[in-house]
Nanobody, 126 residues
Framework: QVQLVESGGGSVQAGGSLTLSCAAS????????ITWFRQAPGREREGVAA????????VYSNSVKGRFSISGDNAKKSVYLQMNNLKPEDTAIYYC???????????????????WGQGTQVTVSS
């Protein structure tokens, strides 16, 4: 079992920044990806950024590329999402998820992730 706890959400004005944290505990050897997803009201859950622990490669959705940055520690215990130049459309509940993926192309598929945090709200006002 793996437990994930997000923190760092809040309210910010457009153009501002926030850093989200995801603390992992339990059997961290059972996953090779941690990914940040988000879900806005009435919208599907969207993969935002992922880190692959094989070589620490990172990947981003087009909607956040150049504005968000994901990082993680070697122990697979902490993952961060630095969010800059936030926009109102970034408003959502943000979740971190851990999974054992067999191919990098599946990184944004929520069905590939077994473990999920409870989510943290990010609200960006214009």
């Amino acid at each position: 079992q793996v437990q994930l706890v997000e923190s760092g959400g809040g309210s910010v004005q457009a153009g501002g920044s926030l850093t989200l944290s995801c603390a992992a505990s339990g059997n961290v050897g059972t996953f090779n990806y941690i990914t940040w997803f988000r879900q806005a009201p009435g919208r599907e859950r969207e993969g935002v950024a992922a880190i692959f622990y094989g070589d620490f490669r990172t990947v981003y959705s087009n909607s956040v590329k150049g504005r968000f940055s994901i990082s993680g520690d070697n122990a697979k215990k902490s993952v961060y999402l630095q969010m800059n130049n936030l926009k109102p459309e970034d408003t959502a509940i943000y979740y971190c998820a851990a999974g054992l993926l067999i191919h990098h192309s599946y990184w944004s598929a929520s069905s590939e992730y077994r473990y999920w945090g409870q989510g943290t709200q990010v609200t960006v006002s214009s």
